[in-house]
C-alpha cells in the first residue's frame, strides 16, 4: 500500500470529527509528500513541504486555517499557522511563482509540481469537505494545485 493510500486510509475515520487532529505523523505527511513527488530524500521532499505549507498558510484565513491547522500534523500546523495573513490573494499561477521564488533554482513548471505534490497529500490528509471550504477562499485555479477538478467556479 503506498504512504498516500495508508495516510488516507488511515485518516478516513479521524476526520469524520470535526477539528480532529490528524493521525499522521509529520515523517508520515514527509513520507507521503516524498512519494507523491517523487523527491530523492525525505530531506528534500520536507524542505519543499514547509515552503509550500508557509506560501499557503499566508492565504488560508478564519476558520479555515484553524480547521486545516488542526487537522495536520502538528509540525505541519505550526508551519502553516506561522505565517501572517497575506495582504492580496495571489491567483494561483501567482503562488506557483512566489513558490518559486522561495526554491532555489526553481521554475515555473518545477514549482507547480512541488506545489502540486504537497498540496495533494495535504487534501488526503484533511478531507474533501475542508479542501472545498479552503478552496472557496481561493482565487479560482487553485482546485487543480490539490489534485481536484475546477469545472465550475466555488459558490
Not at 83 to 109: H, K, M, N, Y
Not at 129 to 149: I, N, T
Request: aromatic letters at 4%.
Amino acid at each position: 500500500m503506498s504512504a498516500t493510500t495508508a495516510m488516507s486510509t488511515a485518516n478516513a475515520t479521524n476526520m469524520t470529527r470535526p477539528g480532529a487532529r490528524s493521525t499522521t505523523s509529520w515523517g508520515g505527511f514527509v513520507d507521503a509528500v516524498r512519494e507523491s513527488g517523487q523527491y530523492t530524500t525525505a530531506a528534500e521532499a520536507e524542505r519543499i513541504a514547509r515552503i509550500v505549507l508557509s506560501a499557503l498558510g499566508g492565504h488560508v484565513v478564519g476558520d479555515e486555517r484553524v480547521d486545516l491547522a488542526r487537522r495536520m500534523p502538528e509540525e505541519a500546523a505550526r508551519v502553516i499557522a506561522s505565517r501572517i495573513p497575506a495582504t492580496r490573494q495571489l491567483t494561483a499561477a501567482e503562488f506557483v511563482d512566489d513558490v518559486a521564488a522561495r526554491i532555489e533554482g526553481a521554475t515555473p513548471v518545477t514549482a507547480r509540481w512541488d506545489v502540486s505534490s504537497v498540496l495533494s497529500v495535504l487534501a488526503s490528509t484533511v478531507g474533501d469537505e475542508l479542501v472545498v471550504r479552503v478552496l472557496r477562499q481561493l482565487p479560482s485555479g487553485y482546485a487543480l494545485l490539490f489534485g481536484r477538478a475546477e469545472l465550475a467556479p466555488m459558490t
